[in-house]
């Protein structure tokens, strides 16, 4: 290959981008050249999206400049990408999807070529895949769809497809297909187009990756061929290179009976924090919303829950927008403290007072408006609420998502306070750090518990390990 | 997936084979092209109205000041296209942009469209009554000669539903922009994705929502041959029953061009059938709505089974 051919297809310069204080990515320099396949690793919350997102140009970085081959956009480069969520229209047809990122497709009788080309590139990656472009892609399996869209990511569409972006491409496909797809990856390099490769597979991208990148807390910490980096260096890369064992807590405290136990073997027992961890997406919120619908009846509140759920995602499940913070708080106890129907209003805001005091929510009346606190005092507000009934399992979806540090030490030491006075936390979360504060913790990979560590086993290693498949991709 | 969950149009047409063949029953010289263009006449503007819902139920909203805006094409039809052509066709076209502007102006803002629309409604009705204060106005003539003409073989009516389902079908199921229009309901952030602009994709569905809910209105008055500004305010929820009716659904883009002519032919055809029976006219929207329950009922048995299957 000549010196044109090698210029890199993307280049990032000290590309960083912010989401308000969160630096979602903290200066990235990065190229792609035609002929590389680039494994992309990191934790949950590392920037691997956001990266993605500024490659496809999706965003735009806050600084650091993100190049194109040709020097136009994303689109003209022949960047494509191929999400982890399923991005088709469920409605139309295989075909008529081509068709949405197709615009070349013109005249009276589109639909011939439109269905050749799809026919054309499922045949060369997936052969023998038996999709039929005239079906509607609600028809389709999960696997069909996902290979439906890796299909629509490699077609021609008019020009060429030189860079792909494979995020999570295998999550849904068998072994058998994901093999198909690895070997034309290979081939798609070696006749000069280029891949970035993102999986929690750890031995696929030691099969495809040419070489791969490590990202964490927003920036590459590591950028090596693939043949200089073991599994286990890997793995390392990935974690904090500070072994914080500063507060595990090791004290083995006795827990009380099992009080929760689900037929994926998720379990608890009386006064035990049990954290659920992984990579987001891989079924742990969906494992806690039907432990919680399986315990709450959906006609009737009892006098006293067996469960309370403190939801992650505040604005769809969490907070009452146009309610006060003392009735945020007290909408879990309204049945306990009414008199015949009748709410006792001097309860209600005992209980708020108190929990303003204990928990330590940043307000001077209770009776302003929810929306008046900061997010993390949000936050407080829907554990108090938890909190405040009587239940003795708290279920917590990813509470602590865009709360600040300080917060965070008082919820962790007010949970710590709850369970040793015999609650039971089951505690989804995407961030190492809090879950290192729990008794147990249960990993969890495509919806399946992968291991169960308790005590000193909790390390953030640990997790990292149960979390990305180590074995050879079968 | 049954043979019924794969082609939805089955059912609507099996409803309205039903219908007709039980009006057919009842009243024996409806079987005629007379009887037929009596039957649905009226049916036209309906099925006009009814695509010009589909449009916007196509983008995943809905359109609660349709029949206000009909209203409003029919007065303007019937008043400034009959005496100063040029003008009346300026007002019409305009009408069409500010559909257009308010599909781009929902999403810009991301309003629910149920509200804009039906605060919208309050406005068309008001401009229709600023027109015409009272019953009145005249149909132009070429329109009335439209509207009465007599092909042979089929009665107007039929001949109009087929040539409008033709033409919309080619619009919206065949063409590369339909499919397009149809993946904005189905997922929005793909097509975004693909590098189209949703704002243009949102306004040209409205726009074209637009377009037919002024074609109903002047369909209506080359039948009616005068306008009133409250002349078509229960097409609001005719044409919504007629989309689902004739197999579309409320999200995700799934919608048919053919089905919804047949859907507001169906409506129309209840009511006859009613008459027929001699219902009091007391119980008759009663009775209306309870053929719709059967059919949605129809429709969704059918579904549950599909999926067992």
Redesign the interface.
Same mark, same amino acid.
């Given at each position: 290959m000549n010196d044109h051919e090698r210029a890199p297809l993307v280049s990032l310069t000290d590309a960083a981008r912010h989401f308000g204080p969160v630096r979602a990515l903290d200066g990235v320099t990065l190229s792609v050249a035609p002929g590389d396949c680039v494994g992309l690793v990191g934790h949950n919350g590392a920037g691997k999206s956001t990266l993605v997102n500024l490659v496809n140009g999706?965003l735009a970085p806050s600084s650091g400049t993100v190049g194109f081959a040709t020097g136009g956009s994303a689109?003209e480069a022949g960047v494509r %990408?191929v999400f982890q969520e399923l %991005?088709?229209?469920? /409605?139309?047809t295989v075909a008529? /999807?081509l *068709?949405? %990122?197709h615009?070349a497709?013109?005249g009276p009788n589109?639909?011939r070529p439109a269905r050749e080309e799809i026919g054309q590139s499922l045949d060369t990656i997936f052969p023998g895949h038996g999709i039929d472009p005239n079906a509607e892609v609600d028809?389709l399996s999960i696997a069909e769809r996902q290979m439906v869209e890796i299909a629509i990511g490699f077609a021609p569409r008019g020009s060429e497809a030189r860079l792909v972006i494979l995020d999570e491409p295998t999550s849904s496909l068998d072994a058998g297909i994901a093999d198909q797809l690895l070997a034309h990856v290979k081939r798609f390099c070696a006749s000069g187009g280029a891949v970035i490769f993102i999986s929690h597979m750890m031995g696929e991208v030691f099969q495809v990756a040419t070489r791969i990148v490590v990202l964490k807390d927003g920036k590459v910490v590591a950028e090596r061929p693939t043949e200089d980096f073991t599994r286990q260096g890997l793995v390392d890369a990935m974690g904090h290179v500070t072994a914080d064992t500063a507060e595990t807590t090791g004290t083995a405290r006795d827990f009380g009976k099992e009080v929760v136990r689900t037929d994926q073997g998720l379990t608890a027992r009386k006064g035990e924090i049990v954290g659920l961890s992984g990579l987001a997406g891989h079924g742990q919120a969906a494992a806690l919303a039907r432990l919680y619908l399986s315990r709450s009846s959906a006609w009737r509140a009892g006098k006293a829950p067996e469960v309370v759920f403190v939801a992650g995602d505040r604005q769809r499940d969490g907070v009452l927008p146009l309610w006060s913070i003392l009735r945020n708080i007290s909408v879990s106890i309204l049945p306990q403290g009414a008199r015949r129907g009748l709410v006792d209003r001097e309860g209600e805001a005992r209980v708020a007072q108190d929990w303003k005091t204990r928990i330590g929510i940043r307000t001077d009346d209770v009776a302003n408006p929810i929306l008046s606190l900061s997010g993390g005092n949000q936050q407080k507000v829907l554990f108090a609420r938890a909190l405040a009934s009587s239940a003795p399992v708290v279920i917590m979806d990813d509470p602590m998502r865009g709360v600040d540090v300080g917060t965070k030490q008082d919820v962790y030491a007010m949970i710590r306070a709850e369970a040793a006075r015999g609650r039971t936390f089951l505690w989804y979360s995407t961030e190492t750090e809090e879950v290192c504060q729990c008794d147990r913790v249960f990993v969890f990979r495509n919806h399946e518990i992968s291991a169960e560590l308790t005590g000193a086993e909790i390390t953030e290693e640990k997790i990292l390990e149960a979390s990305f498949e180590m074995q050879e991709a079968s | 997936?049954t043979f019924l969950a794969?082609h939805r149009i089955i059912l609507p047409v099996v409803s309205l084979a039903v219908l007709l063949a039980a009006t057919f029953y009842m009243q024996p010289r409806a079987m005629s092209y007379f009887g037929l263009n009596l039957l649905f006449n009226l049916a036209v503007p309906i099925a006009l109205a009814t695509i010009a819902q589909m449009m916007i139920i196509m983008v995943n909203d809905i359109d609660l000041s349709l029949g206000a805006f009909v209203s409003l094409a029919a007065c303007v039809t019937a008043t400034f296209l009959n005496d100063a052509p040029m003008l009346g066709l300026l007002i019409l076209l305009a009408l069409v942009l500010s559909y257009a502007v308010l599909g781009a102006v929902i999403h810009a803002l991301e309003l629910p469209a149920i509200v804009v629309t039906l605060g919208m409604s309050f406005v068309w009705g008001g401009i229709a009554l600023f027109i015409l204060p009272s019953p009145g106005g005249a149909a132009p003539g070429w329109l009335r000669t439209l509207m009465t003409v007599k092909p042979p073989f089929a009665p107007m009516a039929v001949v109009a539903a087929v040539i409008i389902a033709a033409v919309t079908h080619l619009l919206i199921m *065949?063409s590369?922009i339909g499919?397009?229009l149809?993946?904005v309901?189905?997922?929005a *952030? %793909?097509?975004a994705?693909?590098?189209?602009s949703v704002i243009r994709l949102k306004a040209l569905a409205y726009g074209l929502a637009g377009l037919f809910g002024v074609l109903a209105g002047m369909a209506l008055v080359g039948l009616a041959t005068s306008a009133d500004a409250n002349i078509a305010l229960r097409y609001t929820l005719l044409s919504i029953a007629g989309v689902i009716l004739g197999g579309g659904e409320f999200t995700?883009?799934?919608v048919s061009p053919t089905g919804a002519v047949i859907g507001a032919f169906t409506l129309t055809l209840a009511a006859s059938f009613l008459s027929f029976m001699r219902l009091s006219p007391d119980w008759q929207i009663g009775a209306q709505g309870a053929i719709l329950i059967l059919v949605l009922t129809a429709r969704l048995i059918f579904r549950q089974k599909g999926s067992e299957a």
């Open positions: 999706g689109l %990408s %991005s088709l229209c469920p /409605n139309l008529e /999807n *068709r949405i %990122s615009s497709l013109k589109w639909r028809t | 997936m794969r *065949r590369g499919t397009v149809r993946g309901g189905g997922n *952030r %793909s097509v994705r693909a590098g189209w995700g883009g799934k």
